[in-house]
């Protein structure tokens, strides 16, 4: 099973900029797909963006602001966060499955992925 922690949260203000590192160890994540997740206070935990065999992908809110990618040799992915907003800040968690398939899936569910990092968080002032 992939280990995985996250680095990079922190405080900002609106409009400023963060970069989240999600760091896998046990496994090679060439053969996962992987996903960001954040929770605000007394909220679900909701889906961020995806990447897969092919693609990224993101939820709408962060849509054009926030780009994920993934560094294979170095087992790590990354959120780069633009254009911050004071709803962004939540606890953000990085995910992973395994997925073989090569296809281009939109893995966007909590159950659709079986390890989780522990979370950083993510504070954006007004």
């Known amino acids: 099973q992939v280990q995985l922690v996250e680095s990079g949260g922190g405080l900002v203000q609106a409009g400023g900029s963060l970069r989240l590192s999600c760091a896998a160890s046990?496994?090679?994540?060439?053969?996962?797909?992987m996903g960001w997740f954040r929770q605000a206070p007394g909220k679900e935990r909701e889906f961020v963006g995806g990447i897969n065999w092919k693609s990224t992908y993101y939820a709408d809110s962060v849509k054009g602001r926030f780009t994920i990618s993934r560094d294979n040799e170095k087992n790590t992915m990354y959120l780069q966060m633009n254009s911050l907003k004071p709803e962004d800040t939540a606890v953000y968690y990085c995910a992973a499955r395994l997925d073989y398939s090569e296809l281009d899936t939109l893995f966007q569910r909590r159950a659709e992925y079986d390890a989780w990092g522990q979370g950083t968080q993510v504070t954006v002032s007004s």
């Open positions: 046990g496994r090679t994540i060439s053969a996962y797909a």
